[in-house]
């Protein structure tokens, strides 16, 4: 039990990957806060999990600071101490930019970006105190790549991996970990994803196909953690990606060709050189 002793808040806990990770957590000996907007459902998964004195339940909005610091204060409160916040919550709102409306850009930024800065400023005031803590933010192959359909959330989940690098940097000196997970997995999530739309980008992208066969999130569980425990005390600042049995390693974006002007960059020079810059790399 690589979590013994442990107390972590998991948010979006109530169904799919967040309920996955506390259900492991528990399996590897953890006190578990689970929180949620959904407290019906909420309440569904506190019974189903079992083990009443290790878990405890709080509804809130992840956006909201005030929420964010009961969702992270519950943890002091009931078991005594924080030493993992797992930032899960999320929504989807897709549409292609040219339709996407104002609100389904916010929602999609306040619930992922936002929430995450704001469970992160209430978890890192307890864990900075303590000397020692571990975060993991869920990002997204979205977020790397792009993805049709998806600008607010591949905005808002490239935002959560300049966050957890800077937070890695600026983080590490008071024993605190942060590290990204890209999961894939079949969840309500990825499920609101009609059947034709994947289909229809599969013709262009067989890969998309992978959507209709995803693994469940149990297969994420592990992962993150393996990552809050102090098995993983020397990782930080890395994304990893997850889907079923594979696991691997993402760069943070780098340089891959570099061109000095004499002095200047001007628009002659750009247009002599530019197809060297871009010719493939060997
Ligand atoms: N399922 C996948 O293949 C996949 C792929 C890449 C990334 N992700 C990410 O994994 C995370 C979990 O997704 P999932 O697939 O389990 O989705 P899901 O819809 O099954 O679960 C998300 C949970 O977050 C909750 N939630 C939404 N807004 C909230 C808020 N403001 N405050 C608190 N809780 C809130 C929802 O009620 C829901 O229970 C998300 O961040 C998602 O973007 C999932």
Known sequence: MVLENKVAVVTGAARGIG?????EMLKQ??????????????????EELGDKDKIAVVKGDVSSIDDAKRIVGTAVEEFGTLDALVNNAGILRDRTFVKMSEEEWDDVIRVHLRGTFCCSKAAVEIMREKGSGAIVNITSTAG????VGQS????????ILGFTRTLSMELQKYGIRVNAVAPGAKTRMTLSIPEEVIRKKAREDPR????????????VAGLVCFLVSDRAKEITGLIFGIVGNELSLWT??????????????????LEKNMSRLLEPLK
Do not use: C
């Not at 000996?29 to 506190?46: H, Q």
């Not at 790397?144 to 993805?147: A, D, F, I, L, V």
């Not at 000095?260 to 002659?268: G, I, N």
């Open 19 to 23: 309920r996955a990770i506390a259900e």
């Open 29 to 46: 000996g953890a006190s578990v806060v689970i929180n949620d907007v959904d407290e019906a459902e909420l309440n569904k998964t506190m």
């Open 144 to 147: 790397m790549k792009g993805n």
């Open 152 to 159: 607010n959330y591949a905005a808002a989940k490239a935002g």
């Open 208 to 219: 998309y196909l992978k959507l209709l066969q995803l693994p469940g999130p149990e297969y």
């Open 252 to 269: 943070f974006p780098h340089q891959v060709k570099v061109m000095y002007a004499p002095e200047k960059w001007d628009v002659q020079l």
